[in-house]
């Protein structure tokens, strides 16, 4: 019965370069907007919602994740359209619990997701609403989780914006208590 947007969250307003709008998962209208401005909005739902800031009107169609999201994503800050995202409490009725994302808005597909139940963890609480911080130059991603942990996964990502190809390959991921 989740709707809205959570808190802390805050939708994220990107203005993407022509080059990367060509090879996104954009509607056509939208590819060819001289710039366009997309406000990708993160909600309790379990969509994430993507709109042209100037009109209104959505960019793409949504993205089903499954789980509410109450904290602000996080953008790649290289520049590569890479949208990370975690989830407070799940929509599943399967009892699945939170799962931190990493999201290509190239193909609006999921490349890589994870629970955040963690035996090791201090406690049984594992919502990801802390928003996520990725170091371009380490090509890592550090999430702290309400569990205790703070998790650092390094990604392995290979992006070629001339080929319109997007992928990870994570390593184990390293935790802190």
Known sequence: GWSGIGWTGQPLVVQWDEQTKQIMGLYDEKKSKP???????????????FYDLEDGTKTRDP????MSVKGTATLDPRGIPMLYVGAGLTNDRDGAVPKMFVISLVENTILYSRSAYDNWAGRSWCALDSSPM???E???LIWPCENGIIY???LNTQYDL?????SVDPETMVKIK
């Open 63 to 66: 993205l089903w994740i499954g």
């Open 152 to 154: 650092s996964l390094k």
């Open 35 to 49: 710039d366009l401005v997309e406000v990708i909005a993160t909600t309790l739902d379990g969509y994430i919602y």
């Open 162 to 166: 001339s080929a319109g190809t997007l």
């Open 134 to 136: 990725v170091s371009g």
């Open 138 to 140: 380490a090509d890592t």
